[in-house]
């Protein structure tokens, strides 16, 4: 039992939590809860009793989830023993905001962790949605303290990595740690839109510009003002456009279709590519103006097979995800599935671990452990040794290591597999590939294929 505080914790705690409209949990340095405010125990369901309960017991899977325990380090990271704030690797889990704080040892002799669970008092989350960021520290703390300085600017940024990676999820990310929190987030997924209306989706239109233009209409930009505008596959931005865009990005103002006047908007652009941006440069698919100023500021995104050791706690992170949005237990994966699942290309990355997590315990018996039996054949195939994907082109060929091999053969065999077997169907072939069915119409034309 962790020992007993010798002042009242809640005179000094209850105000701080009413003050900032937070459910908060105080935990001890041995991870036992020292005291719950009025509002967690209400809105977390957490009763007084659990006070001097172990927080994994009484939080995780229902609340946290299992990697919460990476917290650990709090209590003997050098940063934090000098007051320093230190991030919280998970800092959402469903739709809570968890704030994870180390505070003064000073109240009894001890340190506390300090875990406030802010958005359950917004009247209206989805406007302001805490996303999650869930990956092993040792790599993602340096990632996150850079995503943390990025957020704290107003110059525009390029997020770069492939599909699945979780672009929208660190664009939003960036956004609520930045002075912009409290204003809009609109995102803008140029890879479902056709060239002919990207430039009205960005801009807006006055009545009349256009044949069936009948009222005036703003663009994703005007309702971004005071604001972030996430622009996905901004390689698919026509070049008429890239015009239009540099010039707002140099000074803050742009014309709706079909007017003459500027107007002046404060809006941040986050921009991302699944592509290699030099790439688009030597093709002359992005204008080099537009590029350097997008890329003032860039995050290089790995794909899931360079951090496999993350595959463990996103696993239990989307079981438990799972667990309380579909209010029902849920296995644990077993070992064995683990290793299988470790042995997996994942050429979706985290999205297609998601629905493979999501889609694996939906048919799954809840008493018993996920087997690798219990995996989807093409992950049990990889593990076996026999990967279509990596021996016909989906990621890693037997000859070529996907680094080494040329970009344009490497994308030209991975669009062949998917249309081979899709049976030549775009959608189906899109759908394997993880992109939308626009955006593999514009690979194919760039590449000169086409569909058989």
């Known amino acids: 039992m962790a020992p007993q505080s010798k002042i009242d914790l809640n005179a000094i705690m209850e105000p701080i939590s009413r003050a900032t409209n937070s459910p908060m949990v105080l935990i001890d340095h041995s991870f036992r809860i020292s005291w719950i405010s009025k509002s967690a125990s209400e809105s977390l369901e957490l009763p007084f009793e659990n006070v001097g309960s172990l927080c994994p017991e009484s939080l995780q899977g229902r609340i946290c989830s ?4 990476k917290i650990s380090g709090f209590f003997n990271n050098r940063l934090a023993d000098q007051g320093i704030p230190q991030p919280c690797l998970e800092a959402t889990f469903g739709q809570i905001n968890i704030n ?9 002799g001890y340190p506390y962790l300090l875990k406030s669970f802010q958005p359950f008092f917004q009247k209206n989350p989805s406007n302001n949605q805490q996303h999650t960021f869930v990956a092993s520290r040792e790599w993602a703390e340096p990632f996150l303290e850079k995503l943390t300085r990025i957020a704290k600017t107003e110059i525009p940024v390029l997020l770069i990595g492939e599909t699945g990676t979780g672009k929208e999820c660190l664009a939003r990310l960036i956004h609520e740690r930045s002075r912009r929190a409290r204003g809009p987030f609109v995102a803008l997924d140029l890879s479902v ?5 990207v430039e009205d989706a960005l801009f807006g239109h006055q009545r009349g510009a ?15 003002h005071g604001g972030t505008l996430f622009i996905d596959e901004i390689e698919n931005i026509p070049p008429a456009v890239q015009t239009r865009l540099l010039r707002f990005l140099e000074d803050g103002s742009y014309e709706p279709m079909g007017s003459n006047q500027s107007q002046a908007i404060s809006t941040r652009i986050i921009a991302a590519t699944n592509e290699d941006p030099e790439k688009l440069l030597r093709e002359g698919r992005m204008r080099p103006d537009l590029f350097y100023r997008l890329n003032g500021l860039s995050l290089q995104i790995p794909p899931l097979r360079k951090r496999t050791e993350d595959l463990p706690i996103l696993v239990e992170h989307f079981r438990s995800v799972f667990q309380q949005q579909n209010r029902i237990s849920s296995s644990s994966f077993s070992p064995e599935a683990m290793q299988t699942l470790s042995s997996y290309h994942f050429p979706g990355n985290i999205r297609e671990l998601k629905h493979l997590v999501e889609s694996v315990l ?16 093409p992950v049990q195939k990889a593990s076996s040794g ?11 060929s037997t000859h070529y290591k996907e680094d ?38 514009r690979h194919m034309k760039r590449l000169n294929m086409k569909q058989r």
């Open 193 to 197: 839109i056709p060239e002919t209306l």
């Open 404 to 441: 080494s091999l040329d970009p344009e053969l490497f994308e030209r065999r991975r669009i062949e597999k998917a249309l081979h077997s899709s049976k030549g169907k775009i959608e189906g072939a899109a759908t394997l590939l993880g992109i939308s069915r626009i955006t593999l119409w």
């Open 210 to 224: 256009f044949t069936g233009a009948v009222a005036s209409q703003s663009g994703r930009l005007s309702r971004a």
């Open 100 to 108: 994870t704080e180390r505070i003064s040892s000073e109240l009894s």
């Open 386 to 396: 026999f990967n279509p994907q990596k021996n016909q082109g989906f990621g890693e």
């Open 362 to 377: 939906a048919v799954s018996d809840p008493h018993r452990p996920i087997e690798a039996s219990d995996l989807p054949e």
């Open 66 to 69: 299992g990697s919460c325990q």
